[in-house]
């Protein structure tokens, strides 16, 4: 937070009175440093990780520019558009519109793909100030001339460097070419690649660049662990360790759908009320799987990257990574699920032979080893690593450091 206060920042009464609703009081470092350039008109590169008010950021300084004025709403048109690479943070972003957004008299609509389009082409055909939208399926209804792009004076992009991991990058040039060359446009990342780098001089005009990306790679307030166990044992290890009471909430990351599909399985045959979220469910089954976790029905939700990065879902105890994932970036989103808003977090790593080489780039990404709580670690197998190396100069220390069970 800041000294600021949302009124020092310019933002209106009606803005202000819904940010209380929601118990917001004082600006983050981002809101403080990109609302004054927005609501300026300037154009907007933001760094920024997830959980750190961006989606306010844009959001408060979006709704403040359309309630300015009596500009008429044109059928299957709408006056600014928020991209986004999954459905659950479109749903997200659209969910804070409504919060933010409550005392004004603005319409927005979310659009995103795995539904029925009927309710979206009614949404469209009246005319919206704001949609909120995944490339796909918003290029679907361009397609078939649902929806006109020409009048979107703002232009968002949230999560870019995810939607271009996703293969998005064509979409959104095509998204882009449809819009008013007389716009404003941001961007925000939480890394900037060479090609998210490129995609924003593409679209961007003289944007503000703001950084608020921490110095640390991970949270300081997570504790790291890791767990050297076979491939074959580690359902039964995960089964085991949920068993303690101190786990929650917990979130659960595979590498793939259909392991997320089979642990998901195992922990419900072990007594364990759990749900999966994963590209081939439904939005529907997708939306239900959320809620439940949220509300605490399921105590864990069993995943693939796709929950990694924007999903807004408090007090998640422990993240485990039931398969470490194969770029270390990943490792940093996945655990940016706990540990958020102030709190503690915890973060397990469950490590294979094959995955030593993984697991060794996550430690060197985030400068310091994970404390090892049971196994031994191994060399790393030829299959993850290529040609032969030196022993790990850490294993003994990592061994010395071995916890039991009781101690999670």
Known sequence: MTDLSFIALGIAEPLRRALAAEGYTQPTPIQARAIPALLNGQDLLGLAQTGTGKTAAFALPLLQR????????KAKSTRALILAPTRELAIQIGDSIRAYGRFLHLRHAVIVGGVSQGPQIKALAAGLDILVATPGRLLDHAEQGNVRLDAASVLVLDEADRMLDMGFIRDIRRIVA???RERQSMLFSATMPADVEQLAHSILHQPVRIDVSPSQRAAANIDHRVFHVATQEKRALLAGILMEPSFERVLVFTRTKHVANRVAGHLADAGICAEAIHGNKSQGARQRALE????GEARVLVATDIA????????VSHVINFDLPNEPESYIHRIGRTARAGASGVAISFCDRSEAMFLKQIETL?????????GARPAPSIRATGPSRQPDRHRNNNRRNAQPLASW
């Not at 359309?66 to 709403?73: I, K, P, T, Y």
């Not at 985030?366 to 049971?374: D, E, F, K, M, Q």
């Open 66 to 73: 359309l309630c300015v004025g009596h500009e008429l709403r």
């Open 178 to 180: 449809k819009l008013p």
């Open 292 to 295: 439940r976790f949220r509300c």
């Open 308 to 315: 990694a990065r924007g999903l807004d879902i408090d007090n």
């Open 366 to 374: 985030i400068r310091a080893p994970l404390t090892v709580v049971g």
